[in-house]
T-cell receptor
Framework: DARVTQTPRHKVTEMGQEVTMRCQPILGHNTVFWYRQTMMQGLELLAYFRNRAPLDDSGMPKDRFSAEMPDATLATLKIQPSEPRDSAVYFC??????????????FGPGTRLLVL | KQEVTQIPAALSVPEGENLVLNCSFTDSAIYNLQWFRQDPGKGLTSLLLIQSSQREQTSGRLNASLDKSSGRSTLYIAASQPGDSATYLCAVENYGGSQGNLIFGKGTKLSVKP
């Protein structure tokens, strides 16, 4: 049963600390998305990659957030330094985009982040 | 800027009732619209995807309709069951925007009481 995995599932940290969230997309998927969900804003796209190349990170605060795909099986989202307003659930999703096609996105269970 | 609105924010119905969830969007130049389900503490599961050229999609007891000109979509759930309790989100993908950039509503939290 292929699924997107995310670690850690929960993270509590203090303001100013570095936070790294990891995502393992479904094997064979070539597109990876990072979303953030809060009560106030709902779900927002932060960044996404296709074939490991960043295509759009306009939704991501550039000064403290960074997203990378070191290889096809791992995507990371890093916050440095973290702030209380970063508290949210961060979701990773993956999909398979074929030429001229559109992918269905499969979501991971999320990382619930609390910054004190 | 595309905005997606879902009303009501929460809905409680008795088991067996048919119900309709509403989604509206401000920019009709969409590529597709999707309905997702989110269970507490879990990720999202795609339920139905309607391409802009389509009017509706059906899956089991679920039927989603799309009226692009009026900027509206509905998700119809027939014979609701307690297992349908979850938050339902709709999301649109715009033409011309970044591919894959889904813009989500804030969801309708559905509670089906036995």
């Amino acid at each position: 049963d292929a699924r997107v995995t995310q670690t850690p599932r929960h993270k509590v940290t203090e303001m100013g600390q570095e936070v790294t969230m990891r995502c393992q997309p479904i094997l064979g998927h070539n597109t990876v998305f990072w979303y953030r969900q809060t009560m106030m804003q709902g779900l927002e796209l932060l960044a996404y990659f296709r074939n490991r190349a960043p295509l759009d990170d306009s939704g991501m605060p550039k000064d403290r957030f960074s997203a990378e795909m070191p290889d096809a099986t791992l995507a990371t989202l890093k916050i440095q330094p973290s702030e209380p307003r970063d508290s949210a659930v961060y979701f990773c999703a993956s999909g398979l985009t074929l030429l001229g096609g559109k992918e269905t996105q499969y979501f991971g269970p999320g990382t619930r982040l609390l910054v004190l | 800027k595309q905005e997606v609105t879902q009303i009501p924010a929460a809905l409680s119905v008795p088991e067996g009732e048919n119900l309709v969830l509403n989604c509206s969007f401000t920019d009709s130049a969409i590529y597709n619209l999707q309905w997702f389900r989110q269970d507490p503490g879990k990720g999202l599961t795609s339920l139905l995807l309607i391409q802009s050229s389509q009017r509706e999609q059906t899956s089991g007891r679920l039927n989603a309709s799309l009226d692009k000109s009026s900027g509206r979509s509905t998700l119809y759930i027939a014979a609701s069951q307690p297992g349908d309790s979850a938050t339902y989100l709709c999301a649109v993908e715009n033409y011309g925007g970044s591919q894959g950039n889904l813009i989500f509503g804030k969801g309708t939290k559905l509670s089906v009481k036995p």
